[in-house]
């Protein structure tokens, strides 16, 4: 079930999140949400491939919700093999969990570009510059324009 929270509750919970992971939850609600009023497979699974690629973000729980959306024995494998992997080491990041959270906190609390690229960009090194900031930039361009594309209502 997804929890009802109003505006104002979900950005003091972002606020409080240092790591941005709220923002994350908060994207796969509103895909599961999409996947319930939509059963078209190509634009679910394209939308699922955001939230999955980096499915070690998923809890169990919300694993266990996506999983039994799965059409095909296949993809229910493929999600819960990827939910326990949560936390291995060593896993490389991808752009596309940053960029979930840098559009989640850009809008609900209006960060800048350099505050989301310091806070956000997986890249690792020690100071970010402007590639940190483009490449975020181009990644959210992206994940907007994917959900513009299947009229998903978010963030
Ligand atoms: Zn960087």
Redesign the pocket.
């Known amino acids: 079930m997804i929890r009802v929270v109003t505006a104002q509750v979900f950005r003091d919970e972002l606020a409080k999140d240092k790591k941005g992971q709220r923002a994350i939850d908060a994207f796969v609600d509103a895909i599961q949400q999409y996947v319930d009023e939509d059963e078209d497979d190509r634009s679910v699974s394209e939308l699922m491939d955001w939230a999955y690629l980096e499915s070690w973000l998923l809890t169990f729980e919300q694993a266990t919700k996506l999983a039994l959306k799965a059409k095909t024995l296949d993809e229910c494998h493929g999600i819960l093999k990827r939910a326990s992997a949560r936390g291995q080491k060593g896993r490389p990041s991808t752009k596309r969990v940053p960029a979930i959270k840098a559009l989640v906190y850009q809008k609900e609390l209006g960060w800048t570009w350099p505050k989301l690229?310091d806070r956000f960009?997986?890249?690792?090194?020690a100071k970010?510059?402007s590639s940190?900031q483009d490449s975020l930039r181009a990644e959210v361009v992206m994940l907007k324009r994917l959900l513009k594309k299947y009229g998903v209502s978010f963030p």
Do not use: F, N, S
């Open positions: 690229r960009c997986p890249c690792g090194k970010h510059d940190c």
